[in-house]
Structure formats: C-alpha cells, structure tokens
C-alpha cells in the first residue's frame, strides 16, 4: 500500500511538471506551496531565535532534522529511500534531512519573492521517474542573476530535503549558511560551477 502511494506521488509530481512544460504554466505554479521553512528561515537566521526549532507553524511539534552524516558524493538512492520512507509514514510530522542529489535539470521556474526573500526554483531528475524541486535563496546566495541553471543542465545539489506532504517538499539551504535549525552548509553546483 505505501508502495503504491509512493508510485502515485511520483507521478503526480511527475505530472505537473509535464503538464506545466506542456501547458505553458510553470512548475513553480503548477507545484508551489508556501512550506512552512520559508518563513521559519528567515526568522531564524535574521533574529537568530530559537522559536522555530522544534514547532510548525500553528503550533504542533515538529521532530529534530537529521543532519548528519551529511554525504561526501551525490547519493539518490538515499534520498529516494527518504522520499519512499516519508511518504509511507502516518505522522504528520516528517524530519528535514540533509541529501546530496545530481541529475539533470528537467525545469527552471521564474524566480518568486516570498515572505523569507527572494528565491529561484528548479526541477532535478533523480531518477526512476522522480524529480525533486530544488530552493535555491537568492538573496544569501553568491551566484550571478537568476536564473543561472537552465533545462539540460547537470546539477549537484547539498541542502535540506523538507516534506511537508506528497504535494510540499523539496530540498532547500542550498546557500553558504547555517542556523539553529539547520547546521549544513548547502550549495548547487551547476554543470561544475558551484553557488552558495
């Protein structure tokens, strides 16, 4: 059964991005919703408070990331072991974990100013079928204009893999940083040109 689930977040997932490609809409809008780090971020590394950690947003607990080991090489077995571990789980509650994906870039969106600053969002071919939506914080990042990936791209890619539920997650702190949530360093390499 969560096999099965599983399989149909995959190719929901899957699906959007192709319908948006196809469509003329972009991932970001056919997958976009507000998860609950792009507010959390902002407040906790500008007022360094630990008022995030530990608690979502209308105040239910939240489990501790798991940030370590944080992986040398890319590794998308892991995060496809992750991705099938958080979707087959009951709780409501899913830890961040720290992943190191690669694959090729299959969409890029506009980039979007949120409530934590202004951030660009592509799409990254993990394999078997799965893509991941990679955050990318704009305004922490040393990097040229947005969008400095395009469709075709390789991307290496170090950061947080949130999953809020099969239609909110991705993998974000791809930038140079560290806060009380979250103690990785992340960044995107992109066709061996790395930004952080």
Known sequence: ??????????????????????????????????HRHEYEDSRDETQGTEATQGTREGG?????????????????GKFLADLQAAEASSSEAHPDRVEHVCGQVIAVSASRR??????GYFYVDVGHGVSIRIVSDLDRMTAPTWPWV???????????????NARSQGIDWTHHGT?????????????GTRYQ
């Open 179 to 191: 806060g009380r949530s979250w103690p990785v360093e992340g960044y995107v390499s992109v066709n």
């Open 60 to 76: 239910s607990s939240r489990p501790q990331p798991i940030a370590s080991p944080v992986p040398e090489a890319c590794d998308d």
């Open 1 to 34: 059964m969560a096999a099965m689930r599983w399989q149909r977040c995959v190719m929901m997932g899957l699906g959007a991005v192709v319908a948006a490609q196809m469509g003329g809409i972009t991932p970001a809008h056919a997958r976009h919703h507000h």
């Open 150 to 164: 395009a469709k075709g791209d390789k991307a290496d890619v170090l950061g947080r893999y949130y999953y809020d």
């Open 114 to 119: 949120t409530r934590s600053g202004l951030h």
